[in-house]
């Protein structure tokens, strides 16, 4: 009996062990299988950031060109409207009244009676931004003059407030601080069903850039400004990087503007769609007029950008913000004639001191070593790292940093042992379910309570692995119209390792030739699988690499088409169309299309005859109509979108399908239980 006994347990362990055994094997499996689907998603974050900075160090170097050509004008007056902002509401005559700006002026504009949108009167009231949102959610655009009144009782009150804003929590017992908007409204909706409307017992600090990108730029602002005229000492915006005339140019809220106001010259009357040029040129100057950042309680700092080992808060808030109506465009020192270009010129006429405390302010990311360099990522700011932290916050009395400026997959991230905190509140910034959205509660502690959240438009969840699918898809597809737009100059540089022209080169030469060529910090040996084939000996076959869907193309030989050089520069097209239309309508006039042609040949040296310039606008001019149409500007270049759509700016979506998501979500919200959709309570 003892025998069978021991029999017995010796079969039952076998069993358990097994049992381990496949459990460990099972655990070992699915380690390995998540760590695979992170390495894939920092690879398609690395992805969609490194494109974004470029994106950026493009529009400065676009900027710096546009900036070239004006130092070269005598009349500088003629095309100041390329790198300025405009004038305020209006100008002091000699007998002390003002006299108003016409390019902002609203008294003139008249609500029709069969305008279906939100009506305000001022003051407003909280029934009135009830009422604006509930117009928003259902896909109604706020009159003209509504916006106009909206900025400037706005401005009125921004000029009246310092650089840097003090809020304290001891009446409300804590404060909410919320990162880039970017135009995403459902996620502002979000938060205020989340956390509440804003209020004296409920008060917030926006932290800047809440337009371009995102399709509802100026329905976002327009709300943010009108609770900060209902509650000017409870809610605090400060600037953003993207609260500027030369950003907007290129990512998306100039042409939000002109698309929602479009100004019709056929057809004057046309009801809210006339004023696109007012709005732009108001929306510069309350922008201008917004505090570079804001402390609480005297210890917490927030600023969208961050710091530098130069930055003294008490210079910062001395100096006159309103000069800096772009801040990429330095003003220069009283007296000082135009600057020629060169560097010694640009540090005697420009007061750089001062230039850099608000360029820091707004631009700086944090780094994970010490010390204090230019951000050369983005083109502007600095990178400042653990030691200037703690330098600059001692300096102040400060014990955090709350800034934002950097989109971050959970919405939020420490850094420098917890005295930075990065913020962004706009979920799914690059790609659907590429990112939460995050605010911070601050107590009377000052400890931050992060909440996080995803906007949804159903109860559905994607599982990890068809969420990283879905943006690993999105970053691939954007990285390989890059590449597609800088065929020629890749086919170069792998002839370089390959003189032979066998058609091969090794990995790392590949990888090699894709980071020379397109300047893009990606790891290229990792998506070598997933962008071009290899032999049996482990060698590129780089032609596939060039098998991409192209744009059709009308050049001759072997260089590149002028199809893919105005592709690979579509943004800068872009750009540069929205700056040479003076009045922000949307279409380029004759006279508009004279005066930058004569900058541009000013600028390159080159005489064109006036006669020559409108000869080259009528051949744009397709359809006789006696203006040019972005739909113009492009066929002149015979550039077209494969798709069948227009060239948009980032992150833009079409309007009717923007207003469906936006009603699908916020009812979805609606529906949701008390622990919410999508949000964890840190």
């Keep these: 009996m003892g025998c069978g006994g021991s029999n017995q347990a010796k079969c039952e362990m076998g069993s358990t062990e097994k049992s381990i055994k496949a459990a460990l094997l099972i655990q070992r499996w699915y380690r390995r299988y998540q760590a695979r689907l992170e390495a894939r998603r920092r690879c398609t974050w690395n992805i969609f950031q490194s494109l974004e900075y470029a994106g950026e160090q493009d529009q400065l170097k676009l900027y710096n060109f546009f900036n070239d050509m004006m130092s070269v004008i005598n009349d500088d007056s003629k095309n100041a409207y390329i790198v300025n902002g405009t004038d305020e509401e209006g100008t002091p005559s000699k007998d002390g009244t003002v006299i108003k700006n016409p390019a902002t002026d609203f008294s003139d504009i008249e609500v029709e009676a069969d305008y279906k949108g939100a009506h305000l009167t001022f003051p407003l009231t909280i029934k009135m931004v009830q009422e604006l949102i509930e117009s928003f959610k259902n896909g109604r655009i706020l009159h003209t003059k509504y916006v106009l009144q909206v900025l400037s009782e706005a401005r009125k009150i921004l000029k009246e407030k310092p650089n840097i804003n003090q809020a304290t929590t001891a009446i409300a017992k804590q404060i909410t601080v919320c990162g880039d908007l970017h135009g995403k409204l459902d996620d502002l909706l979000v938060i205020f069903y989340k956390n509440g409307l804003p209020s004296p017992e409920n008060p917030y600090v926006f932290n800047g850039d809440f337009v371009d990108r995102g399709p509802f730029s100026v329905e976002t602002a327009i709300l943010l400004f009108c609770c900060f005229l209902l509650y000017p000492n409870e809610v605090y915006l400060n600037r953003g990087n993207h609260e500027d005339h030369v950003m907007n140019l290129r990512y998306g809220f100039i042409k939000e503007v002109q698309s929602k106001y479009k100004m019709s010259r056929t057809d004057p009357n046309q009801r809210g769609k006339q004023h696109a040029s007012r709005i732009i040129k108001t929306f510069q100057d309350v922008f201008a007029w917004l505090p570079l950042a804001t402390v609480i309680n005297g210890k917490v700092l927030v600023a969208h950008g961050g710091i530098s080992d130069k930055t003294d808060l008490t210079f910062l808030n001395s100096i006159d913000r309103y000069r800096y109506k772009s801040v990429l465009k330095p003003p220069l020192k009283e007296g000082a004639e135009p600057i020629t270009g ?273 000869d080259m606008a009528r051949c744009i001019d397709i359809n006789k109509d006696g203006i040019i149409d972005f739909n113009e500007f492009l066929e002149a270049f015979r550039l077209v979108d494969p798709h069948g759509n227009q060239f948009a700016g980032e992150g833009e979506h079409s309007q009717s399908n923007s207003v469906a998501d936006l009603k699908a979500v916020t009812d979805e919200l609606q529906k949701s239980t008390a622990n919410g959709n999508g949000a964890n309570m840190l």
Excluded at 433 to 459: E, I
Excluded at 469 to 487: F, G, P
Excluded at 593 to 602: G, K, P, R
Aim: charged share 30%; aromatic share 8%; hydrophobic share 35%.
């Design 342 to 614: 060169d560097d010694d010129d640009l540090a005697r006429k420009v007061d750089f001191v001062e230039w850099r405390q608000v360029l820091d302010v707004l631009w700086s990311d944090p780094k994970l070593h010490d010390g204090c360099s230019p951000n050369s990522f983005r083109g502007g700011g600095s990178y400042f790292g653990p030691d200037v932290t703690r330098k600059i916050l001692a300096k102040h009395n400060l014990d955090l940093l709350i800034r934002s400026h950097e989109c971050k997959p959970e919405g939020y991230e420490f850094i420098h042992d917890g005295l930075v905190l990065t913020v962004f509140s706009a979920s799914n910034y690059y790609e659907i379910g590429s990112n939460r959205g995050a605010y911070v509660k601050l107590g009377m502690d000052l400890k931050p309570q992060l909440v996080q959240y995803m906007v949804s438009k159903s109860h559905q969840k994607l599982t990890t692995k068809q969420r990283v699918s879905r943006v690993e898809s999105s970053a691939m597809r954007d990285l390989k119209e890059i590449i597609t737009a800088n065929k020629s100059k890749l086919k170069e540089a792998y002839l370089k390792f390959d003189p032979q022209n066998t058609g091969f080169i090794t990995v790392n030469e590949w990888a090699h030739a894709m980071n020379e060529t397109l300047d893009i910090a990606i790891q290229w040996r990792t998506l070598k699988e997933r962008l071009v084939r290899c032999n049996d000996e482990g060698l590129v076959e780089y032609e596939s690499c060039l098998e991409l869907e192209v744009l059709y193309s009308v050049a001759d030989g072997d260089g590149p088409s002028i199809t893919e050089a105005l592709y690979r520069n579509k943004s800068s097209l872009e750009t540069i169309f929205r700056t040479m239309d003076k009045d922000q309508s949307g279409t380029i006039t004759m006279d508009e299309f004279e005066d930058a042609c004569e900058l541009l040949s000013s600028h390159i040296g080159t005489t064109l005859s006036k006669e020559s310039i409108r």
